[in-house]
């Protein structure tokens, strides 16, 4: 039975392998397709229309009054000269700038969705990545404990060859199978990763059927230094700066404010059996309790708060960098020496015990070497997978894609 799931997996990897797709390539299909990015590339078409609003005046006011309505002669309208019927036009006048501050206002919050979308992006290839990169550890794992359970199962049959000789091998016998069953149990549950991270991974892509085409392995890694120079390209830090210019732009607006906005209303009035006339009344807001101002000083604070906020930010995405890059090249560490040291070693102890193993002598070794190969092989993918997809994190903190 183990042989026959050990080729069905075999096929199953062999199949899906002719529909995988690299994870450059699925990312680039994801940014087509993920509701998330269209969701915000419909946010900034409208501050595009925002924009445009930005410039405009404020709608005029028309109103229209009937004056002197007598109750015992409603209808008549031409009883006294008090009586008019009026069309009166007021059109209030920006103070200079303030069109100009609205607009940097408006393209300054622009500026953070488009930061947004950007780290949106980012973040979404880094999911990808991450989620690929456990796929590859699952499918490592997978083929690894198959791999396992096809030498134990020969282990037994050599067991059970020296049960009639050897009172030992019974014993040995026993803790093969129990090797064999631990290993059932490991394999079920790695398959039921593989199919969640699987089921991650296509609502990411947003297909269906996803499979990685990209081989396993590790790859020479960039210098911390390097790392920390692409800090002021983090998408993340970038809308924390546009977030101080959108205070900065308030401000200005806020300060311009002070300068109340004149109008100008023209009324043309109409008298039924008198001569016609027109009035003109020019006017403005008398900002006399101050509120202007301390909307201005409150719009300030908002600004060096928004600056403060950015500053920080910034130092603690340094530290980030620091701490992952840390962590990627501990996994990088821990998988030289079980690659280097610890399993070289180990396969030097599988030499030395080998005549005795091949004759039965020791039988219960050989199954405790193995289960510490396994345990060894498996330490070692789970370094490489670490690695990788610490290296996607650090990649994301400075806005790297690719």
Known sequence: MPIILYLFLTLSLTLSSLQAQSIDSLIKQSFKKHPSLQAIQHRLLSMDARISKSRNWSNPELSLNVSDIRFDAPTNRGLEPMQYQALNVKQRFPWFGKIDAREHFVRAQKSVIEDSY????????????????????????????????????????????????????????????????????????????????????????????????????????????????????????????????????????????????????????????????????????????????????????????????SLDYRYALESDIRISYAKMKEAQHIYEIIQNDSLPK???????????????????????????????????TVAKAVYLRTVAKLNALIGKIK
């Open 346 to 380: 180990l396969q030097h102890m599988f030499e030395l015990n080998e005549a005795s193993i091949e004759s039965g002598e020791d039988l219960f070794t050989y199954t405790n070497l193995l289960e510490q190969k396994l345990d060894l092989d498996e330490e070692r």
């Open 118 to 309: 950007a780290l949106s992006k980012v973040k979404l290839a880094e999911e990808i990545r991450k989620t690929s990169y456990s796929i590859l550890e699952i499918r490592e794992r997978i083929r690894i404990v198959a791999q396992y359970e096809k030498l134990t199962t020969q282990n037994i049959a050599l067991y059970d060859a020296y049960t009639s000789t050897d009172t030992m091998s019974h014993s040995s016998s026993m803790a093969a199978e129990l090797l064999l069953s631990r290993l059932h149990i490991r394999l079920e549950r790695y398959k039921y990763v593989q199919k969640s991270q699987e089921a991650k991974l296509a609502y990411l892509v947003q297909k269906k059927h996803v499979s990685v085409s990209d081989s396993f392995r590790m790859f020479k890694p960039k210098s911390l230094a390097y790392y920390l120079s692409q800090v002021d390209k983090s998408p993340a830090y970038q809308q924390t700066l546009s977030q101080t210019k959108v205070a900065k732009a308030n401000h200005s607006i806020k300060a311009l404010e002070v300068n109340p906005d004149p109008f100008v209303q023209v009324g043309y009035f109409n008298r039924q059996e008198f001569e016609d006339y027109a009035s003109v009344s020019v006017g403005f807001s008398m900002p006399i309790y101050g509120s202007e101002k301390l909307e201005t000083e409150a719009a300030y604070t908002d600004a060096l708060a928004a600056k403060s906020a």
